[in-house]
């Protein structure tokens, strides 16, 4: 895995948490990956904890209250020593179990869901962070195997259409409504895994940003599984 991660131009491959947080992106690259390979029994974790809805936030102290195995143990430190580096550094992670996101099925020719290739976009300097630690993993394309919706012809013909508003306001349009931040794949487009157990860091449409946004999506998660992800 760390070699198709390492052949990558769009990905920066590091070995310390400083490491990630430090390095800026340039050029292709506008993912980087703390390398990892786990210890530790998440599925345990996650068996243990409740699903209260399809996307459950979990706390420092629900993982705290589990009672585990020694695997147990060292998958629950893992977390919960990610969650300390990322709250120190500033960010504000989440730790969630998953069943399933919200589908986005108003219009079958657009989708803005986070299973729909996709950027994010920030008034102010910041990444994405994000692992998974159990389940389907998301994936990453790299810029040049994409291309923005809005700029195919018959969507932004059918996008025109449902704006029905001054032609001065349809960028604004697509904004508002997120359509301009979703992508579709190439016909030779190799979409790459983000796999278990890394770190990454992800970079985010902002004002100040020297790279192209990632384009990453959500994975279609395996029946009858969860997901354990944290994001920021």
Known sequence: ?????????????????SELVQTSFKGEM?????????????????????????ITEVYPEDLLALQLSEKGSTAREIILN???????????????????????????????????????????????????????????????????????????????ELHDGPADEFEDFLKENYFDLHYQLLADAEPINLGLGHLWRLAVDHPKQQVQ???????????????LLLIC
């Open 1 to 17: 895995m760390s070699n198709t991660f390492s052949e990558n131009s769009q990905i920066g491959i590091v070995s310390t948490f």
């Open 82 to 160: 990610d969650l300390k580096l990322l709250t120190d550094f500033g960010a504000s992670p989440s730790l969630n179990l998953l069943k399933c996101y919200e589908r986005d099925d108003e219009f079958d020719f657009i989708s803005t869901d986070v299973y729909s290739f996709h950027v994010d976009r920030s008034p102010i300097a910041t990444d994405t962070f994000l692992c998974t630690y159990h389940g389907a993993a998301s994936d990453i394309v790299s810029n040049s195997q994409a291309e923005q919706k809005i700029l195919i012809p018959e969507i932004r013909a059918k996008l025109k």
């Open 213 to 227: 946004p990632c384009i990453h999506r959500a994975p279609i998660e395996k029946e009858g599984e969860y997901r």
């Open 30 to 54: 506008n993912a980087l990956c703390w390398h990892r390979n786990l210890d530790g029994d998440f599925n345990e974790i996650v068996k243990q904890l409740r699903l209260k809805e399809n």
